[in-house]
């Protein structure tokens, strides 16, 4: 059985320059920001749903960047990761998302994210 990814949900980095960035994605690029309680990054949310994240060093745990891939069940996917020798997290959650990291082969950390019913 494999995970089944309905898309991408989420994008961020974490850099030491994080007013800068949060200014240029705002100003420049012209993102509109969207809080979301529990989430220690600036977030924006792009036209088609997803969204990017700005987070300052060690934010986003051991990583510079981050992937969420948006799944329907959550604790499934995390099932079938485990079955398949990955190592996982335990799930968190945001106000609007539940969510987990992962290690995948090429040695980076990843997400599987699940919206949140309300």
């Given at each position: 059985?494999?995970?089944?990814?309905?898309?991408?949900?989420?994008?961020?980095?974490?850099?030491?320059a994080r007013r800068e960035m949060?200014?240029?994605?705002?100003?420049?690029?012209?993102?509109?920001?969207?809080?979301?309680g529990g989430v220690e990054a600036d977030?924006?949310?792009?036209?088609?749903?997803?969204?990017f994240a700005?987070?300052?060093p060690g934010g986003m745990g051991d990583?510079?960047?981050?992937?969420g891939f948006f799944v329907a069940d959550l604790d499934a996917a995390v099932a079938t990761l485990r079955a398949a020798g990955v190592e996982v997290d335990e799930p968190a959650q945001s106000?609007?998302?539940r969510y987990v990291h992962f290690r995948a082969?090429?040695?980076?950390?990843y997400e599987l994210v699940e919206e949140r019913p309300g």
């Open positions: 059985m494999s995970v089944r990814v309905l898309g991408l949900v989420f994008a961020g980095t974490a850099t030491a949060v200014e240029f994605l705002r100003d420049t690029l012209g993102l509109t920001p969207a809080p979301d977030l924006f949310e792009l036209p088609d749903g997803s969204r700005v987070a300052s990583t510079r960047r981050s992937i106000d609007r998302h082969p090429d040695g980076e950390l």
